[in-house]
Nanobody, 118 residues
Framework: QVQFVESGGGQVQPGGSLMLSCRAS????????VAWHRQAPGEQREFVAS???????HYADSVKGRFTIMRRNRASTIFLEMTNLNREDTAVYYC????????????WGQGIQVTVSA
């Protein structure tokens, strides 16, 4: 089973930028979509951004215009560019891969902390 490892998290000041990466343990030959989700303390995990195998991307309203999801080599590496960060962006961020359109099982990374504070 493929595994994903996130990196690039940490602390950043409000208004700053951060780049998250999610690297697959194996080469990804095919997939339906990849996504980023996040979970803040005391909150449910929420959708952030996704892109499918045709290159179509979707974003949560809260990050529209500030975050950009990218992928390289199909889905072997998934990126999340984060700009103009604010305190509401503080959360643990998780990458996710859906193997096919009808897959009931998806694959999650372990999560990485992003903290936006002065």
């Amino acid at each position: 089973q493929v595994q994903f490892v996130e990196s690039g998290g940490g602390q950043v000041q409000p208004g700053g930028s951060l780049m998250l990466s999610c690297r697959a343990s194996e080469t990804i030959d095919s997939f339906f979509s990849v996504a980023w989700h996040r979970q803040a303390p005391g909150e449910q995990r929420e959708f952030v951004a996704s892109t499918n195998n045709d290159g179509f991307s979707h974003y949560a309203d809260s990050v529209k215009g500030r975050f950009t999801i990218m992928r390289r080599n199909r889905a072997s590496t998934i990126f999340l560019e984060m700009t103009n960060l604010n305190r509401e962006d503080t959360a643990v961020y998780y990458c996710n891969l859906q193997p096919s359109k009808y897959s009931q099982t998806t694959f999650w990374g372990q999560g990485i902390q992003v903290t936006v504070s002065a």
